[in-house]
């Protein structure tokens, strides 16, 4: 039987459990990415910072606008993402704020912030941020995160109503009045927050697929995340007042470095292989896992979104004399939240083909 103090937290958790989630693309990384990114994070060298004044971040914007925008399209028509009609008609902006951010209004027009532009050290990392932001219209972070705070104030008026009728004296109207309003705002800042870090991963993801459509080099996006990871460091958050709310609402810098780190590989690995299918990465990942001793083996395709891992599990003799490999598979769609996964076991003789047992 649930505590009575405890029935609050329950129901708001209930109605936390029905926010949007995320559709997770991409790879995630391992420990030795994380190791990496902390290293790149530390002693990587960037481009100077530019300083652009107003008249040459207009110029730059407008540039950048140019190349990634109808890359961006086609991304989201190829995916069948959300808002393709925003990304042509709504034109990116510059703001005047000093804040180094950049963000997607309800309209799904892009605004970029001229702290963020003079921070900038090339046209591609301002690509990167543009190609992120268009990555939050095309997953409709913007909708999901109002629709979040919206189930999330429902829920915490419910928990606030129960709290109140728990802990409130009857004949004391305030108390259940101040229960319920506090539970609102609990909840919906909770609701807001829910998926937030996640959604961040995500635009991420797509931000590298819009820069592979686009021909920039993902190099461009460690270089922008480094060049925020340094600022955050160097300057007391590096966000102004934004600082706390960063914190917040981003992931650490070392997991979404890393997490570019991950994707990157297995983006410029497509390209370098030229393979193109969905069951041609998949069947590479396995064969490198299966032939090298690798434990894990993953894959991005570039053109459909969709990604994956091969994870070994288990490496045997048999009695009959052959090598066997147990693993795992799981494959992600970028523009859905369709996930697949399964286990097989591998055999093959010295030198011979691997048969699925």
Not at 50 to 55: H, K, T
Request: with cysteine; hydrophobic share 40%.
């Amino acid at each position: 039987m649930t505590a009575p103090g405890l029935l609050p937290v329950a129901v708001l958790a209930f109605l936390l459990a029905a926010c949007s989630g995320v559709d997770r693309p991409g790879v995630p990384a391992t420990g030795a990415e994380r190791q990496e990114a902390r290293r790149v994070m530390q002693t990587a060298p960037l481009p100077r910072q530019r300083g652009l004044g107003e008249a040459a971040q207009h110029a730059s914007l407008a540039r950048v606008v140019r190349h990634i925008r109808p890359a961006a399209h086609r991304v989201c028509v190829r995916m069948k993402g959300a808002n393709c009609g925003a990304i042509l008609t709504r034109i990116p902006v510059r703001s005047d704020r000093r804040e180094i951010n950049a963000h997607v209004d309800g309209s799904h027009r892009v605004t970029l912030n001229d702290g963020l532009l003079r921070k900038a050290g090339s046209d591609e990392e301002i690509a990167a941020v543009l190609a992120h932001e268009y990555g939050h219209v095309i997953a409709d972070h913007v909708d999901k995160r109002m629709g979040d705070a919206g189930t999330g104030a429902l829920g915490g008026l419910l928990a606030g109503t129960v709290a109140g009728a728990v802990v409130c004296d009857r004949s004391n109207k305030g108390c259940m009045g101040d229960m319920v309003r506090a539970g609102g705002g609990i909840g919906l800042g909770l609701g807001a927050l829910a998926y937030s870090k996640q959604h961040e991963l995500e635009a991420d993801y797509y931000a590298a697929l819009i820069l592979t459509e686009a021909g920039v080099p993902l190099s461009a996006g460690e270089q922008l995340l480094t060049r925020l990871a340094r600022t955050r460091e160097g300057r007391a958050g590096g966000y102004g007042p934004l600082g706390v709310a960063m914190a917040r609402t981003h992931p650490a810098d070392d997991e979404r470095i890393a997490r570019w780190i991950a994707n990157r590989r297995a983006l410029e690995y497509a390209l370098a292989t030229g393979l193109s299918t969905d069951a041609q990465l998949a069947s590479e990942a396995r064969r490198r896992v299966l032939d090298s001793g690798a434990g894990e083996s993953r894959w991005a395709n570039p053109r459909t979104g969709h990604s994956g891992t091969v994870t070994a599990t288990k490496r045997w003799r048999s009695a009959a004399g052959e090598t066997c490999v147990s693993y795992g598979w799981k494959s992600w769609q970028a523009a859905g939240r369709a996930e697949t996964q399964g286990a097989e076991t591998a055999c093959r003789r010295a030198g011979g083909p691997w048969r699925v047992r």
